[in-house]
Structure formats: C-alpha cells, structure tokens
C-alpha cells in the first residue's frame, strides 16, 4: 500500500519584511480577492437589508472573515502559517488599523454566541458595513499598485474562466 505525500509539506511560511511576499503567494491573494469581491458584497448588502441586527452582525462577521482569510497562506494541512497579512502590514503601514477591526469584531462575535444580547445595534451594523468596504477599496488598491502584472492576468483568466474558453 503506498502511502500518498503532499507535494506542499515542504513549503515554508513566507519569510517577513519589505517584499517578502513571494510570487505565488500574492497570485493566489489575487485571485482570492477577486473572488471575494463578488460574493462578499452581496453578503454585505444583504446584512444591511437584514431585519435581526444580531444576525446582520453575523453575515458582516463572516464576509469580515473571508476578506481576512485571502491575505492568509495555509499549507496542505491547513494549519494556518505566518500571514501574508503581516507582509502585507509590514510593507504597508497604513493597513494596520484593520488589524483592530478584525479583533474587535472577533470579540463582539464571541460575545453573541455566549448569548450575550444587546451588544450590537443597527447604527453598529452601519458602521461595520462602511469599514468593510473601505477595506475591500484599499486592499484592492494595494494590490493593484504594488503588484500591477498579477493583478492584470488575473482579470484577464476570469474573464477566460466566465467565457468558458479556459483559464491559462
């Protein structure tokens, strides 16, 4: 019986610091945020419409954590490793402050889940949905200015993949 071996259990974590980020890596954070910009604005728009702002919280928390989850390289074992998100910050000062958000959101959500009521109100839910935004805005900003050539093959390879003639 042979035993089947991962051909990524040997890859390690980027190493951190001003262009850290290797080339496959920041291919797949494109193309993952590609992605995410179609779903996770419906998510968006469909929690502002959403009539429980515990619930609308939850939507906004889990499109919070998609959006989180593309600037993060897990390996085959799906162990979460070093962020490219750290690189990202690293090189990027100004994305910083989204590092709070995420935790503040962390811990509101925790909180719901104890059935901790009351902790959120519909002003909250605004605000969450504006911040989401303005991230998805400047991440994508980053991106495109600091890695142009990926970002351009990877709308080009979508629209191929959306024509049907093929992804390169």
């Given at each position: 019986?042979?035993?089947r071996?991962?051909?990524?259990?040997?890859?390690?974590?980027?190493?951190?610091?001003?262009?850290a980020?290797?080339?496959?890596?920041?291919?797949?954070?494109?193309?993952?945020?590609?992605?995410?910009?179609?779903?996770?604005?419906?998510?968006?728009?469909?929690?502002?419409?959403?009539?429980?702002?515990?619930?609308?919280?939850?939507?906004?928390?889990?499109?919070?954590?998609?959006?989180?989850?593309?600037?993060?390289?897990?390996?085959?074992?799906?162990?979460p490793?070093?962020?490219?998100?750290?690189?990202?910050?690293q090189?990027?000062?100004?994305?910083?402050?989204?590092?709070?958000?995420?935790?503040?959101?962390?811990?509101?959500?925790?909180?719901?889940?104890?059935?901790?009521?009351?902790?959120?109100?519909?002003a909250?839910?605004?605000?969450?949905?504006?911040?989401?935004?303005?991230?998805?805005?400047?991440?994508?900003?980053?991106?495109?200015?600091?890695?142009?050539?990926?970002?351009?093959?990877?709308?080009?390879?979508?629209?191929?993949?959306?024509?049907?003639?093929?992804?390169?």
């Open positions: 019986m042979t035993t071996r991962n051909r990524h259990t040997r890859q390690q974590a980027p190493s951190l610091g001003k262009g980020l290797r080339r496959r890596d920041m291919s797949t954070l494109v193309y993952k945020a590609l992605a995410l910009m179609d779903d996770g604005n419906r998510l968006l728009h469909a929690a502002r419409r959403h009539r429980d702002p515990e619930d609308a919280f939850r939507f906004i928390h889990y499109a919070a954590l998609r959006y989180a989850g593309a600037v993060t390289v897990h390996q085959a074992s799906r162990r490793q070093r962020p490219v998100w750290d690189a990202l910050v090189d990027n000062p100004q994305c910083g402050r989204w590092v709070t958000v995420w935790e503040a959101s962390a811990q509101v959500r925790s909180r719901l889940d104890r059935g901790d009521r009351g902790v959120i109100t519909a909250d839910i605004n605000q969450w949905h504006e911040t989401c935004l303005a991230f998805r805005e400047e991440m994508w900003t980053i991106l495109v200015h600091q890695y142009p050539e990926l970002t351009h093959r990877a709308h080009e390879n979508r629209s191929r993949a959306r024509a049907g003639t093929g992804v390169i």
